[in-house]
């Protein structure tokens, strides 16, 4: 088995081991993970934090070794708190990264950091703060930056800031948790989920108070929540339709 570390800001995931195939997720910096197979300009990989598999130009991302990794796996995260932010190279050139990279991994790649992070497990009410910094960014499938996020990247980043992994996709999200029976018995934080017409839950959003939700949708919004689901006043209609909510913390 080989090993990597992101080493720069943002990289695609991809479906297929293509520049021109779908991106599932992107890795951030400092992220690590298993490598599973290797093709002439590809890397197979499946991230550590949530396992999600997918393919990345074998140039954007540098090898580790198993005693390396394995020390990585042992670090509590340290994860910048600013949208935009720099680490500085063994040359002094400067690598932009985003909201919510792993800035703890800064040594075993040889460069550092001096910027703000979060490390510490926070409490269920700071999960709405953090939701709001990412409002009015524009919807990505597959992304998970202030730049670029959908509706379960959004979820994702926003436990992750907390402390609390969550996985990839809205119809994973929805196995976590406990289930609540009632919108009534929801706090903010907790994570309300949608589904299609044919009932696969496709979206997620994170309840807020007066049954408010910030949801990714053309872009990270605020919408009214009801029994039925996301009303969109400015639409003048309901939007997604409500499967279940779940608390995970």
């Known amino acids: 088995m080989k090993y990597g570390i992101c080493n720069l800001s943002i990289v695609p995931l991809r479906a297929e081991a293509a520049d021109t195939s779908e991106l599932v997720s992107q890795v951030l910096y400092g992220e ?14 499946r991230l550590t934090a949530d396992k999600y598999e997918g393919w990345v130009d074998s140039k954007q991302f540098v ?35 985003c909201y919510g990279s792993n800035v703890q991994n800064v040594a075993i ?4 950091f001096e910027g703000d992070f979060i490390s510490d497990k926070l409490p ?10 990412y409002l009015n960014s524009p919807y990505l499938w597959g992304g998970k930056t202030p730049f670029g996020i959908d509706c379960s990247g959004f979820t994702q980043m926003v436990y ?4 609390h992994q969550l996985l990839r996709d809205a119809s994973l999200q929805a196995t976590q948790g406990e289930s609540l029976s009632f919108i009534e018995e929801s706090e ?3 994570l309300a989920f949608f589904d299609n017409a044919e009932g696969n839950i496709t979206h997620v959003g994170i309840i807020m108070e007066d049954h408010y939700i910030i949801h990714a949708h053309g872009k990270v919004r605020i919408d009214r929540l009801d029994h039925s689901g996301i009303f969109n006043e400015s639409l003048g209609r309901h939007t997604h339709k409500l499967r279940v909510i779940k608390r995970i913390i």
Do not use: C, M
């Open 32 to 45: 690590i993970f298993k490598v599973l197979e290797e093709r002439k300009k590809w890397s197979r990989i």
């Open 109 to 112: 790649l040889n460069h550092s």
């Open 63 to 97: 090898f580790l070794s198993e005693e390396e990794y394995n020390e990585l796996l042992n670090i509590p995260h340290k994860l910048s708190s600013e949208l935009v932010d720099f680490v500085t190279d063994s040359n002094n050139g400067l690598i932009s990264i």
């Open 188 to 190: 903010p934080g907790d």
């Open 124 to 133: 269920k009410s700071q999960l709405i703060e953090t939701a709001l910094h």
């Open 160 to 163: 992750k800031l907390n402390g």
